[in-house]
């Protein structure tokens, strides 16, 4: 039983976390293309995808423009993300082990992984509309890098961005939601 269990949320782990780096890596290139600057101006120097370069400091650096740019965001993409799917993968898959019947922990725990994200993906798509319609750039800039040209467009990615993490949290809620759910309607079955 105990590598049974631990096989299951290992394994509901590592999907969680693959399938949160390609969701990264698909969400960071589209808000690449509504804002480079957000990258080359925050996103690549936060995460230290500047050690190319020789001679800088990262307290020099004001933009970082490399040769293939959108090899960089797929980095950014797998590396801002993947964790959150194995957090993800990990809390659903322990729920679904005790709480659903063995020959079906790994669908409805899949399934779970598959709400969450698509949550995550919805209210980044929130975020969008939050950003573009609600949020004054003027106000926003205090926030924003001072060398920033498209103020109004990094302030949209950077809700985009944060929507998507609030979404991976609402999805996690919805999908132990449903793995309750789930459970109960098995256990009635069973009942019967």
Do not use: C
């Amino acid at each position: 039983m105990k590598s049974k269990f631990i096989f299951h949320i290992v394994t509901q782990a590592l999907i969680g976390a693959a399938i949160a780096s390609i969701y990264g890596i698909l969400h960071d290139q589209i808000t690449y293309t509504i804002s480079p600057e957000y990258y080359t101006k925050f996103k690549f120097i936060q995460f230290g995808l500047w050690h190319h370069f020789e001679n800088v400091s990262h307290s020099d650096l004001l933009e970082i423009v490399p040769q293939f740019p959108r090899i960089r965001v797929i980095v950014v993409g797998i590396v801002a993300t993947w964790w959150v799917g194995a957090i993800l993968g990990f809390v659903l898959g322990l729920i679904s082990f005790f709480s659903t019947s063995k020959e079906r922990k790994f669908r409805v725990s899949f399934n779970a992984l598959i709400l969450a994200m698509f949550i995550a993906t919805l209210v980044g798509v929130v975020g969008f509309f939050f950003g573009k319609y609600s949020i004054n750039p003027i106000n926003a800039k205090k926030y924003v890098p001072d060398n920033v040209m498209d103020i109004k467009n990094f302030v949209i990615v950077a809700t985009v961005h944060n929507f998507s993490y609030l979404g991976g949290l609402v999805g996690l809620v919805l999908g132990v939601i449903y793995l309750t759910k789930h459970s109960r309607a098995n256990k009635n079955l069973k009942l019967k």
